[in-house]
């Protein structure tokens, strides 16, 4: 029976957790909460204004850029409901129909007025509104306290900076590479056996699969990552680093692609050759050792992107040099193995073409070059974005409307 941990040992687990985006969310949220209320009671003469800490608790999000969105938008539609809420109390008051037709119209107002995530906000507003006696009193409390807990949300941001999440986008990048390097070397070792099962070959072709689904929980978490760095005063060179991350994400998306084909062909070829090894043993064994490198070349490069804007990225980037012209080198050699055995026995001569193509497609993805013009193309792209917009008045209407709607 295992040993229960001891105190110490929660407690450091607890520390090692302290800086993860659920544990801050929390502890924050909590805070601007308990201030929202507090600012309530002390600015209105509600007894229990509730909807304060509530509204608090709904604008304070994980990064700044995200509060001052969410926070527009969760004030649009509360307002919204209580308008729409007084002028029904007016017209037709309080029924079964009446209510249903309020929410009908609450909905439908709220994705009008672009309210997004908080469109049955409006309803709820439009409803606890209109189920009061004193309604005109009632929707002016309630805007005043949506107001204060707004202002103090978007306070506690902006006086209590949250945190920048780029390093936890930087180890999930670092986890998707590792995992593709550990699956190149699993298939490294498949090529050179002499004789390879078909059923282990699909259950790496399955693995590959699984990388999709992988990418996109690294997606999300860069998205995050990104979000953080908007607005936020502590990032000084906030746009290279989304530019530098997010290009490197997608570079990794398209070799994951890449190594799904890669598995699907040896497959193919493992289906043909049941009863025999795929490759004859030189070419297996200078396979084997290309698909290590390759594996080491994808590590390299997220190792690279993540140190891009540290003193660690000239080591990195000339690492990733030498992997990628040995990795050229041996793919040369297997080329013209794969060609003489061709010439002897041209059996599934497509499914070679294929594996070489798809490392040739790897290989040109991963490349320092490629890499930097594409950078540099995003950084020129984003320029002359922000170049052509619209200054004065108009632009500052259109950043309103973006920022309402959550367009960076």
């Known amino acids: 029976m295992p040993k229960p941990p001891d105190v110490g040992e929660r407690v450091a687990q607890l520390a090692q957790r302290r800086n993860e985006p659920v544990v801050v969310q929390t502890l924050r949220s909590t805070a601007a909460a308990t201030l929202a209320y507090i600012a309530a009671r002390w600015l209105t003469d ?19 850029f995200a509060t001052l969105t969410s926070g527009i ?14 002028a029904f109390s007016v017209i037709v008051g309080l029924s079964w129909w009446s209510l249903g037709l309020l929410i009908l119209c609450a909905l439908s107002m709220g994705r009008l007025v672009r309210a997004h995530e908080f469109v049955p906000e409006v309803a709820i507003s439009a409803m606890l509104v209109l189920g009061v006696t004193q309604v005109t009193e009632t929707a002016l409390d309630r805007v005043v306290e949506t107001l204060i807990g707004a202002a103090v949300g978007l306070l506690f941001n902006l006086v209590f900076v949250p945190p920048v999440w780029v390093s936890t986008a930087e180890e999930d990048i670092e986890a998707q590479a590792n995992r593709m390097r550990n ?58 680093t989304r ?35 795929l490759f004859e043993t030189e070419t297996a064994g200078t396979l084997r050792e290309l698909f290590t490198r390759l594996g080491d070349a994808v590590s ?12 660690n ?63 540099a193309e995003e950084l020129d792209r984003y320029s ?16 309103l409307a973006a920022a309402t709607l959550g367009i960076d």
């Open 46 to 64: 509600v007894p229990a204004p509730l909807l304060a800490p509530l509204t608090a608790l709904l604008v304070v999000q994980v990064t700044l």
């Open 73 to 86: 938008r969760r004030v649009n539609a509360v307002v919204a409901g209580v308008v729409l809420a007084t």
């Open 183 to 240: 699956l190149l070397l699993r298939l490294s070792e498949e090529v050179d056996e002499s004789h390879t099962p078909v059923p282990r070959v699909a259950a790496r072709l399955e693995e590959a699969r699984r990388l999709d689904q992988e990418v996109s929980e690294v997606d999300a978490s860069l998205s995050q990552a990104e979000e953080s760095l908007r607005l936020n005063p502590r990032v000084k060179e906030g746009l290279l």
């Open 243 to 277: 530019m530098v991350l997010r290009t490197g994400l997608d570079t990794l998306e398209v070799c994951a692609v890449l190594l799904r084909s890669l598995t699907r062909t040896l497959t193919d070829l493992a289906q043909h050759r049941r009863n025999e090894p």
């Open 300 to 311: 390299a490069f997220a190792v690279l992107i993540t140190s891009q804007v540290s003193a």
């Open 313 to 375: 990225a000239e080591e990195a980037e000339a690492r990733l040099t030498e992997e990628l012209d040995t990795c050229r080198s041996l793919r040369e050699r297997v080329a013209r193995m794969l060609l003489a055995r061709v010439q002897e026995h041209p059996r599934q001569w497509q499914l070679h073409g294929a594996l070489l193509a798809n490392v040739d497609r790897m290989l040109d993805e991963l490349d320092v070059e490629r890499r930097s013009v594409h950078l």
């Open 384 to 399: 002359r974005e922000r170049h052509n917009r619209p200054r004065g008045l108009r632009g500052l209407r259109q950043r």
